[in-house]
């Protein structure tokens, strides 16, 4: 089973930042399709962004980009998601997920972290 675990979620008012990471402990990142999927309360979980393992080829759902933006650090074994201009629909819980192949934002990857509860509000 592979173990990752996301951070850097917060509380943030309209307008502000915050960098999310993903980081494996017991595989290698970078051989994997990574995505970032959120979650509101009583919604649906949605994609918002995926990168690729093979060339980096990066994806964002419309409601996000230009606003966030995907990296991968493979020596620090991490996958970041950087929020700019956060609005309060952006408010969730943030999962980043890991599949050997799929490369998309429909939530059909093989493995899954915990998530963290990202709070925008004044």
């Known amino acids: 089973q592979l173990q990752f675990v996301e951070s850097g979620g917060g509380w943030v008012q309209p307008g502000g930042s915050l960098r999310l990471s993903c980081a494996a402990s017991?595989?290698?990142?970078?051989?994997?399709?990574i995505g970032w999927f959120r979650q509101a309360p009583g919604k649906e979980r949605e994609g918002v962004s995926t990168?690729?393992?093979?060339?980096?080829?990066?994806y964002y759902a419309d409601s996000v980009k230009g606003r966030f933006t995907i990296s991968r650090d493979n020596a620090k074994n991490t996958v970041y998601l950087q929020m700019n201009s956060l609005k309060p629909g952006d408010t969730a819980v943030y999962y980043c997920?890991?599949?050997?192949?799929?490369?998309?934002?429909?939530?059909?990857?093989?493995?899954w972290g915990q998530g963290t509860q990202v709070t925008v509000s004044s």
């Open positions: 017991n595989f290698t990142l970078a051989n994997y399709v």
């Open positions: 990168i690729s393992s093979i060339d980096g080829t990066t």
């Open positions: 997920a890991a599949d050997a192949h799929y490369f998309g934002l429909s939530d059909e990857y093989d493995y």
